[in-house]
């Protein structure tokens, strides 16, 4: 059976069950998910004769596995995460999504592959329109509008694709022609600037539950999609690079935490993204290690910083203080999540990043190396530095109004203890991977040039700490572009419609009084000729 009949069946469940029964749904269904994703070998499965069309709802290889574990891995841990979540609309999207994600990944075919990527806009609009709040609802129609810009494309694309003769099992394609629309549909999915501010936009409107399984499946499923489709597409290597820096630099400047992760989410996935375009075995390797580890820091992440949300109802850093002392789980349990992302030794950050690194290096791609270190630096110094400090150091600013629920902090401790584990011990990672792995992170020259780098970064940041002291601050992005342009058609769509509505009036009223005198035929009589001397003139310009 497809692991993702268990969501999909919760979903329906946790629609009609009450509060009680959803809590559990939604821990037992990702679990069972799980567990079928680990016991079903790789092969084809539930193959579909449909109009002369091979539909394979299920292909499993070490690509498509890699990523379903960490997905269906998350979904659990995101479960525990939102024990306390009695809103039935919350678990029927978190399980719908889960569901759609792990659709996406073991698709082997185009058809049930856009099916699951629109499942998973749709749940995904609901996640963020379960933040509850009138920013939420505005952020989510806006991730929508996107979402469905992206599906659009996807659909052009694998249309051409198919008219062309192209093969309906999802595989490489070139980045031409039909590809470019097909990679456009990705790169808005990856949030490739300047297609990404939907992200930081919409992701910090959710709530808090909800941020945790919004920062692990869009994105990284268009990495799958991409490393799936587009390897070694050179071009991939720089929109990349631009990633990383375009993430941290806005990182540094922003003052709500939860839109700092955004911008980070963007900063990582332009890692998985240069990896892609380097193509090789040990790129890719390094691709889908850095997606599963991100998977996990960015939920540990996410799951902090919305305990902190949950306990004092603030998220701008210039609201913030103070917090070490009556959140000190929650302070310890995001530094283990901040150095991570920050790829310190011992962690799962360190190996995952490493292996990129590494393989630029082996392709000789200097450049690439470079500014792949320049936003690990700008990573350590705005999430392990400038938030902690900012949040749980100095005095108090905010109480602390509810206490963080016992799941929330369980669903923490697991994730972190996940982190270690694999940064100690990285060799069931590397099983997971599709190539063999003789790679070794733990080399005396790579962990010194990681806490040289480390302890140069926290130095600057004694330095220049002042710069980046609390400051109520509004960062300006596309994102400001999107609702402009959206005001702006709004603003042309009702001239136009007021337009048409006073010509429409001038036109009726000229064929009625033609047609008839009498006010009570004039609306429908008005219509119908209306709608023959249109008919009459398209025939008129058809076969002239």
Sequence with gaps: ?????????????????????RRVVGVAAPALGLAMVLMTPDGSYG??????QLIVPMRVDALARSFAIVFALIGLLGGIYAAHVERGRFHVAALVAGGAALGIVLAGDWITFYAAWEMLAVASFVLVIDGGTRGASAASVRYLLMHLLGGSLLLAGLAWVRVAGGTLVVGPLDAG????????????????????????????????????????????????????V??????????????????????????????????????????????????????????VAHAFCHILYKGLLFMATGSILHATARRRLSALGGLAQPLPLVFALYMVGALSISGAPLLNGFVSKSMILSAADEAGVGAMVWMLTIASVGTFLSVALKLPVLVFGGRARVGVAH??????????????????????????????????????????????????????????????????????TATIDFDRAYRWVGRGVRRWSSAVEQAAATLEHAAF????????????????????????????????????
């Design 1 to 21: 059976m497809h692991p993702a009949l268990p969501y999909l069946t919760g979903a329906l469940l946790v629609a009609v069950a009450p509060a009680p029964v």
């Design 47 to 52: 193959e579909i004769p449909l109009m002369g």
């Design 177 to 228: 022609g039909a590809g470019m629309l097909v990679l456009s549909g990705f790169a808005i999915n990856a949030a490739i600037p300047p297609l990404h501010a939907w992200l930081t936009d919409a992701y910090p409107e959710s709530s808090p539950a909800a941020g945790v399984l919004l920062s692990a499946f869009a994105t990284k499923s268009a990495v799958y999609a991409l490393a799936r």
């Design 230 to 287: 587009f390897p070694g597409t050179d071009v991939l290597v720089w929109v990349g690079c631009v990633m990383a820096l375009w993430g941290v630099v806005f990182a540094v400047l922003e003052d709500d935490m939860r839109r700092l992760l955004g911008y980070h989410i963007v900063s990582q996935v332009g890692y998985m993204v240069a990896g892609i375009g380097l193509g090789t075995p040990f790129a890719i390797n390094g691709v």
């Design 403 to 472: 206490p963080v629920p016992t799941g929330m902090l369980i669903a923490m401790a697991l994730t972190a203890l996940l982190c270690v584990v694999i940064g100690v011990m990285p060799g069931p990672l590397y099983r997971l991977l599709p190539f063999p792995v003789s790679y070794e992170p733990y080399t005396a020259a790579h962990v010194g040039e990681m806490v040289e780098l480390l302890a140069g970064t926290a130095i600057a940041y004694v330095v220049v700490r002042t710069l980046l002291a609390r400051k109520a």
């Design 509 to 544: 009223g000229l064929v009625t009084m033609t047609v008839s005198r009498r006010r009570a035929f004039a609306g429908p009589v008005g219509y119908a000729v209306l709608a023959a001397v249109a008919c009459l003139g398209m025939l008129l310009v058809v076969f002239r």
